[in-house]
């Protein structure tokens, strides 16, 4: 089109809502006694409720960014679940859903970019400790970006931890520790995949040798931590192992 003085412009808007679902999560996010199903769509999040028969679309709602990573987790004290969402230009936010309002509150935003440092090679990578102690964000290489949650269940400032591994899949915390602990998986410098576990000192800033750590088939590439009593985590891909 042409404006009235003969300059050029566009206007540009999205045909098709995004379809392909790139991150998924279950929980009781719109009430103690719901089972939610949240889905990932690009810059899109679908909320779904789990009915007798089906499963019924509720809310369908933008995101200003490309979704990275996505996650339900519920602090101490809450009856039902938040929606941490981080994007691939490294802005971060904690969801609620409001029942009275049918709608999503922001309970906590910021930016977890950094002035330098590359980009990690297989992508973000956002993960919440199963006791609501912190988040752990891989987003550079060779950095952990920590994010200490209270008992009040709100977020506090963010610092970074140096981790050795650079080439990292996939992070998974484990369920039942007495302190946070992070299964890494990643691949060495002869291409070997591997899992090890970390403790992270919350005190010190430090991350310190967890319990244990396995060479893996080359072809896993995503970690899912399992609930107690069992624990662990499975290691999946072209061969699946269980930790």
């Given amino acids: 089109a042409m404006a009235g003085g003969g300059s050029p412009y566009c206007y540009v808007t999205t045909a098709q809502r995004p379809t392909r679902v790139l991150h998924s999560a279950v929980g009781s996010f719109t009430g103690p006694k719901d089972v939610n199903l949240v889905l990932g769509k690009c810059t899109r999040v679908e909320i779904h409720v789990l009915t007798e028969n089906s499963v019924q679309p509720l809310l369908d709602v933008p ?85 200490p949650i209270n008992g009040r269940g709100e977020l506090q400032e963010a610092f970074n931890i140096r981790i050795d591994e650079l080439v990292i899949k996939d992070l998974a915390f484990l369920h039942g520790c007495e302190r946070p602990t992070l299964a890494v998986l990643y691949e060495d410098t002869r291409e070997a995949t591997h899992v090890k576990t970390y403790e992270v000192n919350l005190a010190e800033k430090e991350l310190e040798p967890g319990p244990w750590q396995h060479q893996l088939l080359n072809g896993c590439h995503l970690l899912e931590p399992v609930p107690e009593p069992l624990g662990g985590c499975l290691a999946m891909g072209e061969g699946g192992e269980v930790l």
């Fill in 63 to 147: 995101i200003y960014g490309r979704i990275a990573s996505l996650e339900l987790f519920r602090p101490p004290g809450l009856r039902q679940d938040l929606l941490f969402i981080c994007t691939e230009r490294y802005k971060v936010c904690v969801l609620a859903y409001n029942a009275e309002t049918g709608k999503l509150e922001t309970r906590w935003s910021g930016d977890v970019a950094e002035n330098v440092g590359r980009d990690a090679d297989y992508g973000q990578k956002g993960r919440v400790d199963p006791r609501c102690r912190m988040m752990g964000l891989h987003i550079y290489d060779g950095l952990l970006k920590v994010v």
